[in-house]
């Protein structure tokens, strides 16, 4: 079992920058892949940025060249920087952990983009 908090969301005007984190406990940090998605109000979870246990990354081409995933093992914790904020980033964010047929999610923290 893993759990998963995430924390660092917020409002903040189209332009700006957040970052996420998302700690996690109760299994070996290490060994997960995981990835930050996002849903907004009437559309689907869309993944948004995934880190391997190996440090690849990949992000959804609405994110590319502003957000940026990381994942510190010694502190069992994956970030998410988002820069450039825009409107369209309004949603609720969500933290994953993947292993083989296993996923762990988090409880999701807003991100609102707005004037």
């Known amino acids: 079992q893993v759990q998963l908090v995430e924390s660092g969301g917020g409002l903040v005007q189209p332009g700006g920058s957040l970052r996420l984190s998302c700690a996690a406990s109760?299994?070996?940090?290490?060994?997960?892949?995981m990835g930050w998605y996002r849903q907004a109000p009437g559309k689907q979870r869309e993944l948004v940025a995934r880190?391997?246990?190996?440090?690849?990354?990949n992000y959804a081409d609405s994110v590319k060249g502003r957000f940026t995933i990381s994942r510190d093992n010694a502190k069992n914790t994956v970030y998410l920087q988002m820069n450039s904020l825009k409107p369209e980033d309004t949603a609720v964010y969500y933290c994953?952990?993947?292993?083989?047929?296993?996923?762990?999610w988090g409880q999701g923290t807003q991100v609102t983009v707005s004037s």
């Open positions: 880190i391997t246990t190996g440090g690849a990354t």
């Open positions: 109760g299994s070996i940090f290490s060994i997960y892949d």
């Open positions: 994953n952990a993947h292993r083989v047929v296993r996923d762990y």
